[in-house]
């Protein structure tokens, strides 16, 4: 049945798509997205009724920093698909909240963490940082010290700003499985 609907949707869409186990993927641009997410979510031999999840890949060094996927569910046929558009830093994607309204806030947290901007959004602005924090705190490049929280000390029964510490200034991979050490 995969394989068969991946074909299908193939077919229809003129695009190349990839079965990965079983989750459909599709490329696109953020021009056609709102388009194939309305195929994806209205078309009868897909039914991707559900938006599981809107996630965001920092590439840093890429031209295209940013790969936003799309993560749907299709409840009558039991398979997933993800859409994935590739954007800069100064490229905006449409918001897809009119087709899924799940979206409204897993867009405003990816604005608020990685500064992607999303057209036609009908309430962006912050959801998990302080509106006065500059900066994007998902990005790869987002430095570690020199910033301020705001938070509620119990002790002093007020609340307090006062510089970021962290608790680690650098982790320390070695990649061995703890049955190997």
């Known amino acids: 049945m995969n394989k068969d609907l991946t074909k299908y949707i193939s077919n229809i869409l003129k695009k190349n798509i990839t079965l990965d186990k079983s989750c459909i993927i599709v490329k696109t641009t953020s021009q056609e997205l709102e388009k194939l997410l ?12 559900t938006l599981i999840d809107i996630f965001v890949i920092d590439y840093p060094e890429s031209k295209d920093r940013f790969l936003v996927s799309y993560l749907l569910l299709s409840l009558k046929y039991n398979i997933r698909a993800r859409i994935e558009v590739s954007v800069d830093e100064l490229t905006s994607i449409p918001s897809v909240s009119s087709i899924y309204k799940s979206a409204c806030w897993m867009e405003r947290e990816i604005w608020d963490m990685n500064g992607i901007f999303f057209d036609h959004h009908p309430d962006l602005r912050r959801i998990l940082t302080d509106y006065s924090f500059e900066g994007y705190p998902l990005k790869k490049d987002f430095p570690l010290s020199g910033y301020t929280e705001v938070r509620y000390d119990d002790s002093q029964k007020r609340v307090v700003s006062e510089l970021v510490e962290m608790s680690q200034d650098y ?3 070695n990649f061995k499985s703890s049955w190997e050490v």
């Open 171 to 173: 982790r320390v991979f």
């Open 38 to 49: 309305s195929f994806f979510k209205d078309h009868e031999n897909c039914m991707f009724k």
